[in-house]
């Protein structure tokens, strides 16, 4: 079993910056890739940004890129999202989620562990 917690969200106007974290417990030595998500209500959950561990390959998707860096602290579990020049369409619950078989890329269904999420407000 694997244990996420986020923490981070918050509310920030157009063009801030927020670091989102993700701690791990458990079998986290077992993991092979990690990755963030995002929902709004009545929306799809979407991916956001994605890491695999065992060669560091990461994948965003298009609508972030070059404003979203995930990250990893190996010693302290803790997966990271770095989110500048957010904008109100970044608005959203954002979730951690984590697998130990192959690679979910920004595929909902190819992670069976997940956080309860931390909301990203984002002002106009």
């Known amino acids: 079993q694997v244990q996420l917690v986020e923490s981070g969200g918050g509310a920030v106007q157009s063009g801030g910056s927020l670091r989102l974290s993700c701690t791990a417990s458990?079998?986290?030595?077992?993991?092979?890739?990690l990755a963030w998500f995002r929902q709004i209500p009545r929306k799809e959950r979407e991916g956001v940004a994605a890491a695999g561990n065992e060669d560091g390959t990461t994948y965003y998707v298009y609508s972030v890129k070059g404003r979203f860096t995930i990250s990893q602290d190996y010693d302290k579990n803790t997966l990271y999202l770095q989110m500048n020049n957010l904008q109100p369409e970044d608005t959203a619950m954002y979730y951690c989620?984590?697998?130990?078989?192959?690679?979910?890329?920004?595929?909902?269904?190819?992670?069976?562990?997940w956080g309860q999420g931390t909301q990203v407000s984002v002002s106009s």
């Open positions: 989620a984590a697998d130990v078989d192959g690679y979910g890329g920004l595929r909902k269904t190819g992670y069976a562990y």
């Open positions: 458990g079998l986290t030595g077992s993991l092979t890739c």
